[in-house]
Nanobody, 124 residues
Framework: QVQLVESGGGLVQAGGSLRLSCAAS????????MGWFRQAAGKDREFVATIRWSGGRWSGDISYYADSVKSRFTISGDKVKNTVYLQMNSLKPEDTAVYYC????????????WGQGTQVTVSS
């Protein structure tokens, strides 16, 4: 059974940091593009960041971010642990949302695998 399991969410004050993890099981996601998305209450799910596979690893050189998180969030991956991370710094109340990780197959255009999400709440 293929699973993506997020962890690391919680309650943090504005200006603080959190690191989210997305552990994959059931198969290796080597060569997949991995992404983070978020959905705030009453809003549509939105893209946060993505990292692409290159040279046998998830490459930070091929990562993209939403403008709202650029320079504050960093996506990375560990192929040995089959885990992707989202380091979130300088958090703002507007970052409050459920964060989801997702996997996009090589050559695919959609994210075919999704985790259940982890709640991030940033207090002012």
């Amino acid at each position: 059974q293929v699973q993506l399991v997020e962890s690391g969410g919680g309650l943090v004050q504005a200006g603080g940091s959190l690191r989210l993890s997305c552990a994959a099981s059931g198969r290796t996601f080597s060569s997949y593009a991995m992404g983070w998305f978020r959905q705030a209450a009453g809003k549509d799910r939105e893209f946060v960041a993505t990292i692409r596979w290159s040279g046998g690893r998830w490459s930070g050189d091929i990562s993209y971010y939403a403008d709202s998180v650029k320079s504050r969030f960093t996506i990375s991956g560990d192929k040995v642990k089959n885990t992707v991370y989202l380091q979130m710094n300088s958090l703002k109340p507007e970052d409050t949302a459920v964060y989801y990780c997702a996997a996009q197959p090589p050559g695919g255009v959609t994210y075919d695998y999704w985790g259940q999400g982890t709640q991030v709440t940033v207090s002012s």
